[in-house]
């Protein structure tokens, strides 16, 4: 993907707080395939009235004094040994919030971006260790990104390259969309009305994420700024993360009813589907009877 250093208008950097002595240790121990599985359980927190229903305080032990975004704290560029991955991570947050700004008629407030490192507190939804990988959190509006995660993706997942770590980033915009349009209240809503639909909401509401960054992936082919073998390497990200194959890798039963993000084909599918589209309007993963 083609791409060129952009000031950082919504980018807070809180890497150099001191914050790994603060936390304890995750639970698995660092990422792997559990912490993975955190990260797709709680991708979408809970707290200041929408999101999953899902707290990291439930499943992780992080025992305060963790960095939050009114302490940035960033590491000098030239002592930065992921400067190259934050460059990138920023164009791609503000590339895809100027596409959202542009094509919501009902108005766009942008996101933020938290980069941290080991540990971070969020405004409304308590403290995550970076075991739980990127996420969102719906209170304050906020995209909590460890750059380490790139790393975790390839060895973890087989996923790598500049443009599935791109998807990643645009995946979690596509929450905050979902926030600004009313959409995440509404499924908040439903699900606390109706607990047993929780996981079957859960899984429209990621599978929308996907076709929200499908949308934006478009966006960038239109600048020309894709390149050979961008989109293979989303797709295959896309299919990573899928809930049968995490499953089948963890050694245990497949379950449908147990998945909360989509199956790989369906989150591949979605993906291709806003990128085909370019449309958000195609994105309508709640109206059909089957995703």
Known sequence: MKWKRVKS????????????????????????LVGVLIYLGIQLLGGGGSGSGFAIEDLLQVSGGAPSAGDPQPI?????????????????????????QRTLPSGYDAAELV????????????????????FYCPADSRVYLDLTFYD??????????????????????GHHVQNETGLAAQV?????????????LSVRQE??????????ANSVFAEGALEPGDLDEAFAASEAVGDDR?????????DPDSFTHGTSEQRRRWFEAGY????????????????
């Open 207 to 216: 599978l929308q994420a996907d076709c929200y960054a499908g949308v934006w």
């Open 152 to 173: 975790d993706m390839r060895r973890e997942l087989g996923a790598s390259g500049d443009f599935a770590w791109a998807y990643v980033i645009a995946h979690e915009i």
């Open 246 to 254: 995490l499953q089948r890798q963890t050694g245990g039963a497949i």
């Open 76 to 100: 000098p560029r030239s002592k930065d040994p992921q400067r190259d991955l934050k460059d990138f991570s920023v164009y791609v947050f503000e590339d895809a919030q100027d596409g959202w």
């Open 9 to 32: 208008r919504n980018v807070i950097d809180v890497r150099g707080a001191a914050s790994r002595s603060g936390s304890a240790p995750a639970i698995g121990g660092g990422l792997g």
């Open 115 to 134: 980069l941290f490192d080991g540990a971070v507190s969020t405004d409304g939804c308590g403290e995550a260790d970076s075991a739980v990988g990127p």
């Open 188 to 200: 908040d809503r439903a699900t606390r009305e109706q607990p047993g639909s929780a996981n079957e």
């Open 276 to 291: 085909e589209a370019a449309d958000p309007g195609a994105c309508d993963t709640f109206s059909p009877a089957e995703v």
